[in-house]
């Protein structure tokens, strides 16, 4: 019993640190068509911002979330305004940009801290482990699931039910015409990109007193994301939702009976026969046509 | 007509003549590699400072920086400064290969020190064979390896594991759980393992490798859960190795039950990881950073002050360091106009000194070093406990693993 829950809850928690991540690439790819490769240097960099405050300022973790959100925001809509703003509808040389800014972002970092391991303190009172119906787990593991659904859900939220969210989802359908409603799609665009970057900063601040903080560590992420995004289907927030589960789930059961190797190959291998036969992704968003 | 012949070929021949004698470089590859004249050694430093190994790469690179400024600030050798070239690798072995051929080729470096992972010291492999040149490589690695032309100063299997593994099963118990990384590395040390735990009669419940960088250990710490293994032999290597520590922490599980014992965790990974999540978990090593001995505390001393108070010393920067010194003893030996890598392998052989971690000495049969193995307990403020050291130095056995191999200044023999 207890090793059936200890599984489930492994697979959920691979899969909340799976849609932290994908989210902020999701909800760009999603409302402005643009391929972000620097999706995991943001990562990187919130996961550096942490690092930052907390050896500069002596603030914990917890503390700094909103901080680091909002410096994060501000990087991506410095970098929306300075370089991805000239580039809308070329898809290529947006690719092309943000690999580059990716690349930037790895040796800034290199160059200004150094390239050694860096050390962020998990929240003290999240350090033990907790234990639901017989099985242990990591006390830090439940709060990043809960951080990450409480963020899908605010972003739910906004998309649903916000006059901000309503403009993104007419943008979303079809730019021209909204942008002939008089909705100021730069401005929107700017936004949309600030905050998924945000979003990418807390998912690196969230996952670094498990894992190490290197300038190197965003790589790896921006593939799983990616990974998660092209299953779920790329304007559905929902899809997001649901193929992080998946995916979670998935490699989770898989490196347990065998092994970690094997779980990613068998993973990748699984979403391109998904992809054979369903393009699009699990879900879509409905547009009328 | 015959006449034109004739003087043409004894002109031909003078000619030839006058040059072997004359132009030695024609004849003699390592004659141009000579350097007395203008009074100075030159000598390559190639590790990465940039790309994923950069990490370690950088404090390796450090530890030989300062053993050359220390050597030229006390005269150098035999009145020679040495002259480092430092060239950057990347993390990429295809451009270790060719910073290597830069070094040798162009450069003219009489010996080249550098390189952490054996994919690209397997890289430059063939470049310093080819050109009978000499690579100092101060990892520890997995042995298999003979080649006259590596002088390798860092732990092979058998210095790591002949004490550790045997000290374990005594105090832990005979179930172990092998995890590595997936590479050579770790492969062929668990191949040793196994074969010293099947001679004290423990057992291999799981034998698992990650893909190398991998960060999510919860699916590995569900499988020792279940399986409640005794001791956890790790061989994951880099950043891996920080993720796994701390999401063992996490989990919590005790070390003082089922404590993870490493041949890969330094001061290094464990200032990354926190003290918390290292502490009681234990490292096979022949140096350690607080090991108390005047040369250590000279080396470690030396290092914060050049580098950073916040700086740690660790057991491959150690090596990295005490191999220039050796190289300067050897050059030293040879007169300033023979100094060529060929020269300097035959008076490295045999060669003693006292580094930070005890005597060592360079093994003339295989070019490896024997070296002091100690047991280290991590502690919550990042150092380690030394609970053990073997009682004498210990000869380096690159293919103990193999018994009907060895590895002479011939190459490799089968016996």
């Known amino acids: 019993?207890?090793?059936?829950?200890?599984?489930?809850?492994?697979?959920?928690?691979?899969?909340?640190?799976?849609?932290?991540?994908?989210?902020?690439?999701?909800?760009?790819?999603?409302?402005?068509?643009?391929?972000?490769?620097?999706?995991?240097?943001?990562?990187?960099?919130?996961?550096?911002?942490?690092?930052?405050?907390?050896?500069?300022?002596?603030?914990?973790?917890?503390?700094?979330?909103?901080?680091?959100?909002?410096?994060?925001?501000?990087?991506?809509?410095?970098?929306?305004?300075?370089?991805?703003?000239?580039?809308?509808?070329?898809?290529?040389?947006?690719?092309?940009?943000?690999?580059?800014?990716?690349?930037?972002?790895?040796?800034?970092?290199?160059?200004?801290?150094?390239?050694?391991?860096?050390?962020?303190?998990?929240?003290?009172?999240?350090?033990?482990?907790?234990?639901?119906l017989g099985a242990t787990d990591s006390a830090y593991r439940l709060f990043i699931l809960f951080v990450a659904l409480a963020l899908f859900g605010l972003t739910w939220v906004i998309y649903r039910y916000t006059n901000f969210g309503l403009k993104?989802?007419?943008?979303?359908?079809?730019?021209?015409?909204?942008?002939?409603?008089?909705?100021?799609?730069?401005?929107?665009?700017?936004?949309?990109?600030?905050?998924?970057?945000?979003?990418?900063?807390?998912?690196?601040?969230?996952?670094?007193?498990?894992?190490?903080?290197?300038?190197?560590?965003?790589?790896?992420?921006?593939?799983?994301?990616?990974?998660?995004?092209?299953?779920?289907?790329?304007?559905?927030?929902?899809?997001?939702?649901?193929?992080?589960?998946?995916?979670?789930?998935?490699?989770?059961?898989?490196?347990?009976?065998?092994?970690?190797?094997?779980?990613?190959?068998?993973?990748?291998?699984?979403?391109?026969?998904?992809?054979?036969?369903?393009?699009?992704?699990?879900?879509?968003?409905?547009?009328?046509? | 007509m015959n006449k034109d012949r004739r003087s043409f070929l004894k002109a031909t021949a003078a000619l030839g003549t006058v040059s072997l004698v004359g132009f030695p470089h024609i004849w003699n590859k390592n004659a141009s590699l000579a350097r007395?004249?203008?009074?100075?050694?030159?000598?390559?430093?190639?590790?990465?400072?940039?790309?994923?190994?950069?990490?370690?790469?950088?404090?390796?690179?450090?530890?030989?920086?300062?053993?050359?400024?220390?050597?030229?600030?006390?005269?150098?050798?035999?009145?020679?400064?040495?002259?480092?070239?430092?060239?950057?690798?990347?993390?990429?072995?295809?451009?270790?290969?060719?910073?290597?051929?830069?070094?040798?080729?162009?450069?003219?470096?009489?010996?080249?020190?550098?390189?952490?992972?054996?994919?690209?010291r397997k890289a430059v492999l063939p470049v310093f064979e080819k050109q009978n040149n000499l690579y100092w490589y101060p990892t520890l690695y997995e042995g298999r390896e003979c080649s006259k032309n590596v002088i390798y100063t860092g732990a092979v299997p058998n210095q790591q594991q002949d004490d550790f593994v045997p000290w374990l099963v005594k105090n832990f118990g005979k179930r172990w759980y092998l995890i590595g990384s997936n590479y050579i590395y770790p492969k062929e040390e668990n191949n040793y393992c196994k074969k010293l735990l099947a001679e004290l009669g423990a057992e291999v419940v799981a034998e698992e490798y990650v893909p190398l960088g991998h960060s999510e250990f919860s699916s590995v710490i569900n499988k020792l859960k279940a399986e409640k293994p005794n001791v956890i032999f790790s061989t994951v290597v880099g950043d891996s190795v920080v993720a796994l520590h701390r999401q063992y922490h996490a989990a919590g599980l005790d070390p003082a039950t089922m404590p993870m014992a490493s041949l890969t965790t330094s001061e290094n990974e464990v200032a990354a990881m926190g003290g918390e999540a290292a502490a009681g978990h234990f490292t096979s090593a022949p140096y350690f950073m607080v090991w108390d001995s005047p040369e250590n505390h000279k080396f470690v001393d030396a290092y914060k002050k050049r580098w950073g108070a916040d700086k740690v010393t660790h057991f491959v920067s150690e090596p990295s360091y005490f191999q220039v010194h050796l190289f300067k003893q050897a050059v030293e030996k040879l007169a300033n106009s023979d100094i060529t890598p060929n020269a300097i392998r035959e008076a490295v052989k045999g060669q003693e000194m006292v580094a930070p971690q005890g005597k060592v000495r360079i093994e003339p049969e295989n070019l490896h070093t024997w070296l002091w193995p100690k047991i280290g307990q991590c502690q919550a403020d990042g150092q380690f406990k030394i609970l053990k050291q073997t009682t004498d130095w210990l000869e380096p056995v690159p293919y103990k693993a193999y018994p009907n191999q060895k590895c002479t200044a011939e190459g490799l023999k089968q016996i």
């Open chain 1, 1 to 132: 019993m207890d090793i059936i829950v200890s599984q489930l809850m492994t697979g959920l928690s691979i899969a909340s640190i799976l849609m932290l991540v994908a989210l902020g690439l999701a909800i760009i790819y999603g409302v402005t068509g643009v391929i972000n490769l620097a999706h995991g240097e943001f990562v990187m960099l919130g996961a550096y911002v942490a690092w930052a405050l907390q050896t500069e300022f002596g603030m914990g973790l917890l503390a700094s979330l909103v901080p680091i959100f909002l410096i994060m925001a501000l990087v991506g809509w410095l970098v929306e305004v300075l370089v991805i703003s000239r580039l809308y509808d070329r898809l290529l040389d947006t690719i092309l940009a943000t690999w580059g800014i990716g690349v930037m972002a790895q040796q800034a970092v290199r160059l200004v801290v150094g390239g050694e391991l860096r050390y962020v303190q998990m929240p003290e009172s999240l350090s033990k482990s907790v234990t639901i």
């Open chain 1, 168 to 289: 993104l989802r007419a943008i979303t359908q079809n730019r021209a015409i909204a942008s002939s409603f008089g909705i100021n799609t730069a401005r929107i665009y700017r936004l949309t990109f600030a905050y998924g970057a945000g979003m990418a900063g807390l998912a690196g601040a969230l996952v670094s007193p498990l894992k190490s903080v290197s300038p190197e560590m965003g790589t790896t992420y921006v593939v799983d994301a990616f990974m998660v995004v092209v299953l779920g289907g790329t304007q559905s927030l929902m899809g997001t939702l649901a193929s992080s589960g998946i995916l979670g789930e998935l490699s989770g059961y898989l490196a347990f009976y065998s092994n970690d190797t094997i779980a990613k190959a068998l993973v990748l291998v699984a979403i391109v026969a998904l992809i054979r036969f369903r393009p699009q992704g699990l879900f879509t968003a409905r547009a009328r046509t």
């Open chain 2, 36 to 120: 007395a004249a203008d009074g100075q050694i030159k000598v390559g430093v190639l590790f990465s400072l940039t790309g994923t190994t950069a990490i370690i790469e950088e404090s390796l690179n450090k530890a030989t920086i300062m053993a050359i400024e220390e050597i030229n600030a006390a005269g150098g050798i035999n009145g020679m400064q040495i002259v480092p070239v430092v060239e950057d690798p990347a993390s990429d072995p295809a451009t270790f290969a060719e910073k290597a051929r830069k070094l040798v080729l162009s450069d003219k470096c009489v010996s080249v020190f550098g390189s952490y992972t054996s994919a690209s």
